[in-house]
């Protein structure tokens, strides 16, 4: 009788975990969602000179995106990844680029930041 009972509060315990599974904060947004809405600025992480409207629209769109702390995070690595992996890309202009497009950003953009720290 008592391993029945014991068994009985294992698989409630299971169906309680699996059920609040969907509530657990995972990142929505995606690296391609990142790389996507930023395209439009990549020559000018590069090259400097006057930002393009696209690219502010793809700043907004991606700060509207990242609304709740685990899509920050993830977008901040994903921010940091993308301009790894691109030649070129000049920090400071990276760093400058919410403020040109008057966008608030809760972080910096920076291969420093640690994204794991980001609200």
Do not use: W
Not at 3 to 8: E, H, M, Q
Not at 16 to 37: D, K, M
């Amino acid at each position: 009788m008592a391993i029945v009972k014991v068994a009985c509060v294992v698989v409630m315990a299971c169906m309680v975990v699996v059920a609040l599974a969907p509530f657990h904060a995972e990142a929505a947004i995606t690296c391609n969602q990142v790389r996507g809405s930023l395209a439009p600025c990549i020559n000018y992480l590069r090259n400097g000179g006057a930002v393009p409207g696209n690219c502010c629209n793809g700043v907004r769109s991606l700060s509207n995106m990242a609304k709740t702390t685990p899509d920050r995070q993830n977008a901040c690595r994903c921010l940091q990844s993308a301009a790894a992996s691109m030649p070129g890309i000049k920090p400071i202009l990276a760093a400058g680029l919410p403020g040109k497009c008057s966008v608030n950003i809760p972080y910096k953009i920076s291969p420093s930041t640690e994204c794991s720290k980001v609200n």
